[in-house]
């Protein structure tokens, strides 16, 4: 007899079922991207306000990205265990109540500190919304559906960017810029309430009756054939929260396999890093060369604008050539085109087409990266361990900023800062290909242990691989 589990990834996709939750999860994605992208659009406004010194402007993107890694750990740690549902919800209401008191700031380092509050709402936005749009994705098309997922970031980056450059001849307020993007987020909220909870996650926790209702009425509305299933009931274990919940999450996404885990952490932290990096910078190096404020926001704009093209590439090539295959190249060659509009950015032409072909191959890059994340951890992990991998690099990438404009960019020049910036996410690239295993075509909970770091795929048979225990001990 089928699983519930299965009866779900096997259902024909509709664009009225899990389109509808692709859609509401995209959207919140879109508010983290449009708020990491304006911190670079922030930072030369608010600096030239609080007359900031270079290292300091760094600080208010540095602030909100280590609030993200904070929040990526405790809501991935918090959807594991409450559910995907209220944690989809609530995150965006405390970055929405954050950003508000932001814009109303009196000082600099009141300003910094709601800057870190909000990202703590908003950090856990994406490893909840891949949990959740994941687990009702049909396991046919996953990959091509989390791949899409990653299309809402470079148009929430492409959105930011139009939006700020409008607003400089209105004076370029970066207090009206943090205001722009509230109102949409609480309306978000009020829509999230009504988006059901994971049947995956209901089965896995043993909440049979609640997992039925689901996916009955999934089977109903995308006019599936019914069929018999059995939803296994966990055992119980003991129950952890808090800090101690999320530790005990740490130690089993490392317990489940420390190649694995250690592949997928220096790939987030290597990725993220290059990118965060150019988006964080890009409209401060461009004045730096002597452009004006519209002529830097509309060069990082673009850098956002073929990122769309690039989503849409991905999504077409994961399926075909596999995870691994599209992050291992589009990503160094992505660090090879900063290096690039390095050394081309006294000339007239060449560093916009350098800034644009960096924002494609960036973006062939992530989506395929936050799609593998998503199918590489069982269920009882895979929030968590997007989360830690998502804290992790924001945790780096987070003081990258400040690294970056007092240190590196002073001390090396723009095209070595690009340049060791590529050799590092070289050698990660070199680990993932030995460590993690393809998860191309591979059912959800199909098994990857620390000896599959083969590079091939598993097969939809094999067990999970993670200790039986402990993962039920997560199980409250």
């Given amino acids: ?22 859609i509401i999860g995209g959207l919140g994605y879109l508010f983290d991207a449009y708020d990491i992208a304006l911190n ?35 809501w991935g740690s918090v959807a594991d265990r409450i559910g995907r549902k209220k944690a989809f919800s609530v ?37 909840v919304d891949y949990a959740l749009v994941s687990e009702f994705s049909p396991r046919k098309y996953r990959g091509r559906i989390l ?23 209105l004076g370029g307020n970066w207090r009206w810029m943090l205001f722009t993007m509230t109102l949409p987020a609480l309306l978000l909220f009020w829509v999230r309430r009504g988006v059901p909870e994971s049947p995956v996650y209901l089965s896995e926790k043993g909440r049979e009756a609640e997992a039925r209702a689901v996916i009955d009425d999934l089977v109903a509305r995308t006019g599936a054939p019914v069929e018999p299933y059995a939803v296994a009931r966990p055992e119980e274990g ?32 290597t990725i993220m890093l290059v990118y965060y990096a150019a988006l964080s910078w890009m409209p401060s190096i461009l004045k730096a060369e002597g452009q004006g404020d519209t002529a830097a926001f509309t060069g990082t704009t673009l850098m956002a604008g073929v990122g769309i093209l690039g989503v849409v590439v991905s999504t077409a090539l994961v399926d075909a ?27 007239e ?52 900023p400040l690294l970056f404009g007092s240190v590196m960019w002073p001390l090396l020049g723009l095209p070595w800062t690009f340049g060791v910036l590529g050799i590092v996410l070289l050698l990660a690239m070199g680990w993932m290909a030995v460590a993690a295993p393809e998860t191309q075509g591979r059912a959800l909970d199909a098994g990857t242990g620390s000896g599959a770091g083969t590079g091939t795929g598993a097969t939809d048979t094999a067990p999970v691989s993670a200790p039986a225990a402990p993962q039920k001990a997560v199980a409250p």
């Fill in 349 to 400: 032409t060449a560093p916009l087409i350098a800034i644009a072909v960096f924002g494609f191959l960036i973006q062939l890059a992530i989506p395929a990266l936050y799609a593998y994340a998503s199918e590489v951890y069982p269920t009882a992990l895979r929030a968590s361990g997007f989360g830690w991998a998502s804290s992790v690099s924001r945790s780096l990438t987070g003081f990258a």
């Fill in 238 to 269: 003991p129950r952890t929260k808090g800090l101690a919940a999320a530790a005990e999450q740490l130690r089993l996404i490392w317990a489940f396999s420390p190649r694995i885990t250690s592949a997928v952490w220096l790939m987030f932290a």
């Fill in 91 to 127: 995150t965006l209401l405390i970055f929405a109540v954050f950003s508000v008191l932001g814009a109303l700031s009196p000082a600099y380092w009141v300003f910094l500190a709601l800057r870190f509050l909000a990202g703590v709402g908003l950090g856990g936005c994406i490893p």
């Fill in 321 to 347: 050539v596999g995870r691994k295959w599209l992050i291992g190249i589009s990503a160094p060659a992505a660090a090879a085109a900063l290096v690039v509009f390095a050394l081309v950015r006294h000339q």
């Fill in 1 to 22: 007899m089928k699983t519930g589990d299965s009866i779900v990834q096997e259902l024909p996709w509709k664009w009225g079922v899990q389109g509808k939750i692709f």
């Fill in 147 to 169: 791949t899409a997922l990653d299309l809402w970031w470079p148009i929430g980056v492409t959105l930011c960017g139009v939006v700020s450059t409008a607003m400089l001849p």
């Fill in 40 to 74: 670079g659009f922030l930072m030369p406004l608010v600096g030239k306000e609080f007359d900031l010194t270079l290292g300091q402007r760094g600080l208010v993107a540095t602030a909100n990205l280590v609030g993200m890694a904070v929040g990526a750990v405790a």
